[in-house]
T-cell receptor, first 114, second 112 residues
Framework: NAGVTQTPKFQVLKTGQSMTLQCAQD?????MYWYRQDPGMGLRLIYY???????DKGEVPNGYNVSRLNKREFSLRLESAAPSQTSVYFC?????????????FGDGTRLSIL | QQQVKQSPQSLIVQKGGISIINCAYE??????FPWYQQFPGKGPALLIA?????SEKKEGRFTISFNKSAKQFSLHIMDSQPGDSATYFC???????????FGAGTRLTVKP
């Protein structure tokens, strides 16, 4: 049982390049989330998808786009990467977004932008 | 500004000792307070959570103490073990997972 799988695990980009981070969950969860983790900042929500077919902005959405491809997959896209987007990105899922359902996290994508 | 303030940033405890991590919040609308544990190279995992209608919740060696009037909550790890060495995050949310606010994290090292 893989849980939440993120690809790639590591990536180095140059400023201005674009890339898509992939996330898939096999727990039949309805809600999925993208966070970024920076030293001294904890985790901050970028975008979330409460259910298949919906996406909404979180706390720090600027510079990112998302796609809920199907119930299993939720991708995060950086259209024009900037050094400020160097971070560790985590995808998470929960059965539902409401009622404080536990979130299950992937192991992260470590992204460096030069 | 960070809505949940966590301290200390790092903590070193001897095996068998008690580890205590503290968090404070401002938004009185928060009604759910989880703690996450994160090992190096892994994602956070839910450890224990509490709602403000109780002052304490215990699961094994892990206890959350909650002080609603002071807007503070803390994690106590009894009989700390080297395997508990990890980064711990407190968090708070008011309605659902979409507005979860995390503390900055505490790196715990338990020395054998």
């Amino acid at each position: 049982n893989a849980g939440v799988t993120q690809t790639p695990k590591f990536q180095v980009l140059k400023t201005g390049q674009s890339m898509t981070l992939q996330c898939a969950q096999d727990m039949n969860h309805n809600s999925m989330y993208w966070y970024r983790q920076d030293p001294g900042m904890g985790l901050r929500l970028i975008y979330y998808s409460a259910s298949e077919g919906t996406t909404d902005k979180g706390e720090v959405p600027n510079g990112y786009n998302v796609s809920r491809l199907n119930k299993r997959e939720f991708s995060l896209r950086l259209e024009s990467a900037a050094p400020s987007q160097t971070s560790v990105y985590f995808c998470a899922s929960s059965e539902w977004a409401n009622e404080h359902q536990p979130q299950h996290f992937g192991d992260g994508t470590r992204l460096s932008i030069l | 500004q960070q809505q949940v303030k966590q301290s200390p940033q790092s903590l070193i405890v001897q095996k068998g000792g008690i580890s205590i991590i503290n968090c404070a919040y401002e938004n009185t609308a928060f009604d759910y307070f989880p703690w996450y544990q994160q090992f190096p190279g892994k994602g956070p995992a839910l450890l224990i959570a509490i709602r403000p209608d109780v002052s304490e919740k215990k699961e094994g060696r892990f206890t959350i103490s909650f002080n609603k009037s002071a807007k503070q909550f803390s994690l106590h790890i009894m009989d700390s073990q080297p395997g508990d060495s990890a980064t711990y995050f407190c968090a708070a949310s008011k309605d659902n997972n979409n507005d979860m606010r995390f503390g900055a994290g505490t790196r715990l090292t338990v020395k054998p």
